[in-house]
């Protein structure tokens, strides 16, 4: 019995070398087989874009609600200039706005935001850090945003929030600024 498994496995194997070598499939391939290839993928409007740039613009993007903010994202490559502290808009678990300045009350202060799905930044009114902390209108092109924090000094307090475009459209927000 022994004497006819062993040709059999020897035959076996040989069979199974004799056949073409399978070609390695490329990452498009793949991508392209599980319909994941990018052409037609949908992005959830309401999430930053992964490839968006983490760079901040001084206008939004053409044809963007300015009225509708979204959650920042990465903004690694944003720059708010020199700060001596900020102040952070958390709606939800999400940032919306980050603020900084200095404590030279003759200085606005800065601020980004998301809209259109681009990061823009936006200006402070003078006041320097101690009026983004109160609470204080941020002026961008074609839009403003006003943070009016609860009363106190506590390091993280309820705030509203209204963002009004040029022709008088406005959207209202609630959550948290937290200054530090």
Do not use: H
């Not at 936006?122 to 204080?136: E, F, M, P, S």
């Amino acid at each position: 019995m022994v004497r006819l498994i062993l040709p059999l496995a020897a035959l076996a194997l040989a069979a199974c070398s004799s056949e073409p070598a399978a070609e390695q499939e490329s990452a498009d391939d793949f991508a392209t087989r599980i319909g994941q290839s990018g052409e037609g993928a949908q992005l959830d409007p309401s999430q930053p874009d992964p490839d968006a740039p983490n760079t901040a613009n001084d206008a939004p993007p053409a044809g963007a609600d300015l009225t509708q903010l979204a959650q920042l994202g990465d903004i690694g490559g944003v720059n708010l200039g020199p700060r001596e502290g900020g102040c952070t808009l958390m709606v939800g678990n999400e940032e919306m706005l980050i603020a900084a300045g200095m404590r030279d009350k003759a200085l606005p202060g800065k601020a980004v935001v998301r809209v259109g799905n681009s990061l823009t930044m936006v200006d402070a009114d003078v006041g320097g850090l101690d009026a983004i902390k109160a609470g204080t209108t941020f002026n961008g092109e074609g839009f403003t945003i006003t943070v009016a924090p609860a009363a106190g000094e506590q390091q993280s307090r309820p705030a509203n929030v209204t963002v009004r475009d040029a022709s008088g459209k406005t959207q209202s927000y609630s959550g948290k600024w937290i200054c530090a």
